[in-house]
């Protein structure tokens, strides 16, 4: 309807605006020069099968110019007025219709007075005949469609029909009321007939009601598009079909789907169930099966991470209960061993100053002397062990430190022909620790390398300060090594597989380590031996990576 509004307007304002140029006054001298008729004709022209004829019409209503020549000169009789259509600056006449069977011309006569640029009143008429078969045109266009063949009725403001599809022009259906009962007040709706004449099914009616271009030429036209109910419902039940289709598509790909994501997700956590339950029976077990999606995967991860806490967990546990029998021997020991000892060893060096003693007697007193004393220090390192003293955390140059120890250490080196790889680096490596605990750490790594590696062997010691949290310490050798049965074992107090050693110099040498924030483990070096690492925080409270 609007395209019809718009198609409608333009041609009267054509009209209306043409016969308000000067030129048109040329048909007040009967367009003697013929410049009139040219012009007309240079319109139809240029609107090409939008205008059949245009010409301009005196008072004496003879033809003075129009486009087409032949028509120059004849009579024309107006009709009687049908619409009086309002346009800018003006009127516009439209003239009765004359449609008959079968159509093949179909003339809407557009009519605008010319007035007089001298004087009052009007000098003329221009018509502009527009062929109303452009509309019949873009009803057949609209009549076709997916969903089967409409019928577009165009009805006037008296409900006759004036313009229509094929369909409905085949059944001489033009000028007639047959619809006007169809044509509603509303702007636009849907109502349902029963179809007759134009079919014997009931159809839908779609109609809207003309409400003119910006205002203007408003003729109070309707338009009826009209389509059976069963062509008209049938893309709404194609809609309906593959609906229901998509539905189950997508229904039958979301089962597979949660098929298939169940079976990422329950069968490893079925597996990490069974391998918990395990776990409960036997901690011992391997790690955790790691598969299925990612959050999957990180719950086994989890869960191995949170064994290896375990394990960890229960080695302290054990190990401080070996202590704590260490601190209640020790205890005992200081209080039952100390005083007798400190006795006989006193008497012992009394003895010695005995001149009439024998030879066999200062041999005996002189070993009575040296086995109190180690039994001495030994009561001093359980102490150590069963309660260590607090450190004193000061900042301090590690490599010094190192660098202190094999000093002190290097004629027992010395006496083995052992070499010392140790290179100190130009760059410090300065820790929070306390000095002389960390002495008695490297005194007790070294000196135990010392003593077990054989004549001409060799120790390494190198420190890595390339991480940002702690400094990295091994001390390796090319000694027997380790055996792989005593390695959980060597932190143990009392464990040692050296003679004469007592078994607790590695136990105080992880303590110090412990209270420094750290991390001691063993392992084989690359040299064939044994090979201890060191992690040690730069800061205290610093968590290590």
């Not at 063949?149 to 259906?173: K, P, Y």
């Not at 299925?292 to 394990?311: H, I, N």
């Amino acid at each position: 309807m609007e395209q019809i509004d718009m198609m409608i307007f333009e041609r009267l304002q054509n009209v209306h605006s043409w016969s308000h140029l000067d030129i048109i006054q040329e048909g007040r001298i009967g367009d003697v020069d013929k410049r009139l008729a040219q012009f007309l004709a240079e319109l139809e022209h240029g609107y090409p099968g939008v205008y059949r004829s245009l010409f301009y019409l005196n008072r004496e209503n003879r033809i003075v110019a129009a486009g087409d020549p032949a028509l120059i000169r004849r009579s024309f009789q107006p009709q009687a007025d049908w619409i009086r259509a309002q346009v800018p600056h003006g009127e516009v006449f439209l003239e009765a219709l004359q449609l008959q069977p079968p159509y093949e011309q179909a003339d809407l006569l557009i009519r605008a007075p010319v007035p007089d640029n001298y004087a009052t009143g009007d000098i003329g008429q221009l018509y502009g005949i527009f062929d109303l078969r452009q509309i019949f045109r873009l009803f057949d266009q609209a009549s076709h469609a997916d969903s089967g063949e409409r019928f577009v009725i165009l009805l006037d403001a008296e409900g006759r029909t004036i313009a229509a599809s094929a369909a409905a022009r085949a059944q001489n259906l033009l000028l007639t009321d047959t619809f006007a009962s169809w044509k509603r007040k509303e702007q636009n709706g849907l109502a349902v007939h029963t179809g007759k004449p134009l079919t014997n099914s009931s159809v839908l009616v779609g109609y809207a009601v003309s409400k003119g271009y910006q205002g203007y030429a408003n003729m109070g036209w309707s338009l009826l598009v009209i389509q059976s109910t069963q062509q008209a419902f049938q893309p709404i039940w194609a809609l309906w079909w593959l609906f229901c289709s998509v539905f189950i598509v997508a229904g039958l790909i979301a089962i597979g789907v949660a098929q298939w994501v169940s079976g990422r997700i329950a069968k490893p956590l079925l597996d990490l169930t069974a391998w918990v339950r395990r776990f409960q029976k036997a901690s011992d077990c391997m790690s955790p099966p790691v598969s299925g999606v990612q959050e999957v995967r990180e719950l086994s991860v989890a869960f191995g991470q949170l064994t290896e806490d375990l394990q960890r967990s229960r080695q302290q546990v054990i190990h401080a209960a070996k202590l704590a029998v260490v601190g209640e021997m020790a205890a005992i020991m200081a209080h039952e061993v100390r005083t007798p000892l400190g006795i006989l060893q006193t008497t012992a060096q009394m003895l010695q100053w005995e001149t009439a003693l024998s030879p066999d007697g200062q041999e005996m007193t002189r070993m009575i002397v040296e086995e109190s004393a180690r039994l001495n220090r030994l009561i001093s390192t359980l102490l150590d062990c069963a309660s260590p003293r607090l450190p004193n955390m000061q900042p301090q140059d590690l490599h010094i430190i190192i660098q202190r120890v094999i000093d002190l250490l290097a004629t027992q080196a010395q006496k083995k022909a052992i070499r010392v790889d140790w290179l100190i680096p130009e760059k410090a490596a300065i820790i929070e620790c306390d000095e002389e605990l960390l002495v008695q750490v490297f005194l007790n790594l070294i000196l135990n390398a010392i003593q077990i590696v054989p004549k001409g062997g060799r120790i390494r010691i190198r420190t890595d300060c390339s991480e940002t949290t702690a400094i990295k310490i091994t001390v390796a050798d090319d000694g027997p090594g380790i055996p792989p049965g005593n390695c959980s074992r060597l932190f143990d107090p009392f464990f040692t597989t050296r003679e004469g050693g007592i078994g607790l110099g590695l136990t105080v040498t992880q303590q110090i380590i412990t209270v420094h924030g750290g991390h001691l483990a063993a392992d084989k070096s690359d040299l064939g031996g044994a090979c201890f690492t060191l992690l040690l925080p730069f800061h205290q409270g610093q968590k290590l990576c």
